[in-house]
T-cell receptor, first 111, second 115 residues
Framework: DGGITQSPKYLFRKEGQNVTLSCEQN?????MYWYRQDPGQGLRLIYY???????QKGDIAEGYSVSREKKESFPLTVTSAQKNPTAFYLC??????????FGPGTRLTVL | GENVEQHPSTLSVQEGDSAVIKCTYS??????FPWYKQELGKRPQLIID?????GEKKDQRIAVTLNKTAKHFSLHITETQPEDSAVYFC??????????????FGQGTILTVHP
């Protein structure tokens, strides 16, 4: 079953904690992306990666970090430096200059 | 960088009517324009896309038009049905270089189709 998966579906973070969101794809796509979605707003790009061991900051990278050690995996860490992390996080992948396929999302809440 | 503006933010229509959502973009080098549909709590899914070498594309009840000179593109849904109710996002990107595949999204339009 090909696709893109994210885990966990729901995540709760205490103040000052770092948390890591998982994103895996078996579509053999080169590019992967992380977006943040707030209520009533569009998707804002956090980080993206075009190839293994390389990634670029998006529009709202502050307080987040990523790694791309494997083609199929692109985890996102929300650090304590991100002051307002409560949001819906979406991971996506694409092959070249084509359609981006999205994962089901992780809803992060700060307690 | 690219900036995409989307209007209206909400749109309410009666079943069977047409719905039109418009987007403008700022980067004249953008050449790929997808439209995504997102149902409540779900992932966005591509419904139609257009590249800058064509002016219009249709897929059953959905069509997208592109005016490169004016830097705007629109989504047209005909014969709307209640299951068309969702949030619709437009996006723009340009291929090549460091912006490979990087999409800039509009703010979204909440479409409600009343039976």
């Amino acid at each position: 079953d090909g696709g893109i998966t994210q885990s966990p579906k729901y995540l709760f973070r205490k103040e000052g904690q770092n948390v890591t969101l998982s994103c895996e794809q078996n579509l053999n796509h080169d590019a992967m992306y992380w977006y943040r979605q707030d209520p009533g707003q569009g998707l804002r790009l956090i980080y993206y990666s075009q190839i293994v061991n390389d990634f670029q900051k998006g529009d709202i990278a502050e307080g987040y970090s990523v790694s791309r050690e494997k083609k199929e995996s692109f985890p996102l860490t929300v650090t304590s430096a991100q002051k307002n992390p409560t949001a819906f996080y979406l991971c996506a992948s694409s092959q070249g200059y084509n359609e981006q396929f999205f994962g089901p999302g992780t809803r992060l809440t700060v307690l | 960088g690219e900036n995409v503006e989307q209007h209206p933010s909400t749109l309410s229509v009666q079943e069977g009517d047409s719905a039109v959502i418009k987007c403008t973009y700022s980067d004249s080098a953008s050449n790929y324009f997808p439209w995504y549909k997102q149902e409540l709590g779900k992932r966005p899914q591509l419904i139609i896309d257009i590249r800058s070498n064509v002016g219009e594309k249709k897929d059953q009840r959905i069509a997208v038009t592109l005016n490169k000179t004016a830097k705007h593109f629109s989504l047209h849904i005909t014969e709307t049905q209640p299951e068309d109710s969702a949030v619709y996002f437009c996006a723009a990107s340009r291929g090549g270089g460091t912006s490979y595949g990087k999409l800039t999204f509009g703010q979204g339009t909440i479409l409600t189709v009343h039976p």
